[in-house]
């Protein structure tokens, strides 16, 4: 790699590790912008995910299943069109339903049709239909008006011992009602409206509304109210509806959230046709509060709830009644969206520390428990309180904050990884570098003082050489000569240190910690002699007549690591030991030897295999050191000088 671009490398590594954004600010930036989407539900994205949530959630999380058997559908199906005739009906086969009702004496009676405008098949059909509710106490529906001008409905008095706080209240300038001879029969009025939520299903029916100026109650509130001989709805403290004899919770849209799905209603459904035909169905209406309603598509009262595509819309009301009865429906409460963003700021803030800190087995198996166990808090609540706490929001969340820090540290240590790998791959074996890479924290590149074994080596007669060598013949044996020698130190686990021209400078127990480096680094000096003896006998080598490698090795303490500044930088190794190395390597030349080891590095090798060469005052030292060699190289002992006298080399 050129030396240009090991400088830039190197200087973007630094600046990498310097500067960079660390994961958990990564995290915790997304994490915000998440949390600025979500708060004020932009986009209904909030919303949406809750009730997704909810629908799978409440079936199994609800409290104990609704008093249903106090409610009855009476369905006007396909058979009963088929034999009373096509719809709409004559309001005098309505009357003859109704009176069929009324024969089994329910405690009261609520029709989910829209009686609005006169009869159009007979004159006497209104009075006729008036005539067979008398007995009973039936509540008929209305319908929201937008534009005013609507019908004048009577309002079923709602008194408030305190001031009532509905802010997500249907609120409309007027309503449509039912004819006013129905009107003067009917024992109450009651709201026919449901909405679906964005996503298309219809998953909450109102309690009240707001219309023509009055508070008004919905269908099924209206019919308890009458089961119960009531005529007057009571709001008391923390926004409880009082229905009769029951209560339920308002919430903060005075709606009642369904619980999917409700085709448990086709077994408290009686069909027309056999409400007709037999006296046992009519009599198991007693005391019972029926809604009149059609599963047929031709009355258009099919709706796409969160449990199926077509649900007759009598069953919602019925599912409302039998909620109403039960008191104990969940509801959101008015502090759910401050719960719900301080679980979203808790379980985010733990998971960014875990994403941060630890593995990503561990974090991410922690990640999960916490989630899960907001949604398992989500469903107690639900059970236990009645409560609608949103079980997807907070833990999704989290689950965004996790993954995104989990990815930027994943980056940040595949590029440190990858940073290291490029910048050690020259200088160290592959095997340690793979190391490092596996596992950057153990590599401590900030400067230290450690143990060393330095390594220098030079070749006799260098610059004669370079006078006498053709430029290209010279640099394809420099090319064969470092290439060899570089490989050999690195296999050895050593480090480059440096490349000069023809000198090399390897060190040991740098970046990673060799207990055998001494060893090692005379390991490396008889390989690297080998290897330049093969090279010297080629025919390159004989022709430019390459000279003998000499070679330096001392053990001693240095400090290690990287210098320079954002242009410049370099792993250095700095100390006695160091310069020393370098001085035994120009010491050859006295001795007349190929290897020469300071006393530092012969104390920790085995004394019969080195012997003493003599002594010498390395350069820029004050004291005189003892200089050995090795005692034998591939079986034939190395040169033997006879200069004993110190020198400054």
């Not at 401050?338 to 679980?343: M, S, V």
């Not at 009645?386 to 929001?393: C, F, K, M, N, S």
Request: charged share 20%; net charge neutral.
């Amino acid at each position: 790699m050129p030396q240009q671009h090991n400088g830039r490398l190197r200087s973007s590594w630094k600046q990498f590790l310097s500067f960079s954004l660390p994961p958990w600010s990564v995290g915790l930036l997304v994490f915000a912008a998440a949390l600025a989407i979500w708060a004020p539900d932009i986009g209904g994205i909030r919303a949406q995910l809750r009730e997704s949530m909810l629908d799978r959630l409440l079936p199994w999380a609800s409290p104990a299943e609704p008093t249903r058997r106090s409610v009855t559908i009476v369905d006007i199906d396909r058979a009963a069109l088929a034999r009373l005739g096509p719809w709409p009906w004559p309001r005098t086969t309505l009357a003859n339903v109704v009176a069929a009702i009324a024969d089994g004496r329910p405690a009261s009676i609520g029709i989910d049709i829209l009686l609005t405008g006169p009869d159009r098949f007979s004159a006497d059909g209104d009075a006729r239909l008036a005539q067979a509710m008398e007995p009973s106490a039936v509540v008929l529906g209305f319908v929201l008006d937008s534009a005013g001008g609507g019908d004048a409905v009577p309002v079923t008095p709602v008194l408030a011992r305190v001031q009532s706080n509905l802010p997500g209240i249907w609120r409309a300038a007027s309503v449509i009602g039912p004819a006013a001879v129905l009107s003067d029969a009917a024992a109450g009025f009651g709201a026919l409206v449901a909405a679906a939520d964005p996503d298309g299903p219809i998953r909450r029916v109102p309690l009240l509304v707001v219309a023509g100026g009055a508070v008004r109650a919905s269908l099924a509130v209206e019919t308890v109210l009458r089961a119960h001989r009531g005529s007057t709805l009571l709001i008391e403290a923390g926004n409880r509806l009082h229905v009769g004899n029951s209560a339920v919770p308002l919430g903060s849209d005075a709606q009642l959230r369904l619980i999917p799905p409700l085709e448990h209603w086709a077994a408290r459904t009686i069909p027309v046709t056999a409400l007709l035909d037999r006296a046992d169905s009519r009599a198991a209406l007693a005391g019972q509060i029926v809604l009149l309603g059609s599963s047929a598509p031709e009355l258009g009262g099919l709706r796409v709830t969160a449990g199926a595509p077509a649900t007759p819309s009598v069953r919602l009301h019925a599912e409302a009644a039998a909620a109403i009865l039960s008191s104990g429906y969940p509801v959101r409460p008015f502090w759910a969206g401050e719960a719900e963003l301080a679980g979203a700021l808790l379980l985010g803030g733990l998971v960014l520390l875990l994403a941060a800190r630890l593995r990503p087995t561990p974090a991410a198996a922690l990640a999960l428990l916490l989630g899960g166990g907001w949604v398992i808090a989500s469903a107690a609540a639900a059970r236990a309180g009645a409560l609608l706490l949103d079980p997807a929001g907070p833990p999704a969340l989290a689950a965004l904050c996790f993954t995104v820090t989990a990815m930027a540290r994943f980056a940040r240590d595949e590029w440190r990884a990858r940073l290291l790998r490029a910048r050690f791959e020259q200088r160290l074996a592959p095997d340690v570098v793979r190391r490092i890479a596996a596992d950057p924290s153990a590599l401590r590149l900030q400067g230290e003082m450690r143990e060393v074994t330095a390594l220098f080596t030079d070749i006799e007669g260098f610059t004669s050489m370079t006078e006498r060598a053709a430029p290209v013949d010279l640099v394809a044996l420099m090319d064969a000569y470092i290439d060899s020698t570089t490989s050999v130190i690195t296999d050895h686990g050593g480090m480059i240190r440096q490349i000069m021209g023809d000198a090399v400078h390897g060190i040991y127990n740098a970046p990673f910690a060799l207990a055998d480096h001494p060893q090692r680094a005379i390991d490396s000096a008889v390989a690297l002699l080998r290897a330049s003896e093969e090279l010297r006998r080629t025919p390159l080598g004989q022709r430019l007549q390459l000279g003998r490698t000499r070679i330096g090795i001392e053990t001693g303490p240095a400090i290690v690591g990287d210098i320079g500044g954002g242009r410049v930088l370099d792993y250095a190794a700095l100390g006695n030991a160091v310069n020393a190395a370098a001085r035994l390597e120009a010491a050859n030349k006295l001795f007349g030897s190929s290897i020469c080891i300071g006393p530092g590095t012969a104390a920790r090798l085995d004394p019969a295999t080195i012997r003493r060469l003599g002594q010498l005052v390395p350069r820029g030292q004050s004291h005189e050191i003892t200089v050995y060699t090795l005692v034998d190289l591939a079986g034939r002992p190395l040169p033997r000088q006879t200069a004993d006298q110190p020198d400054t080399a």
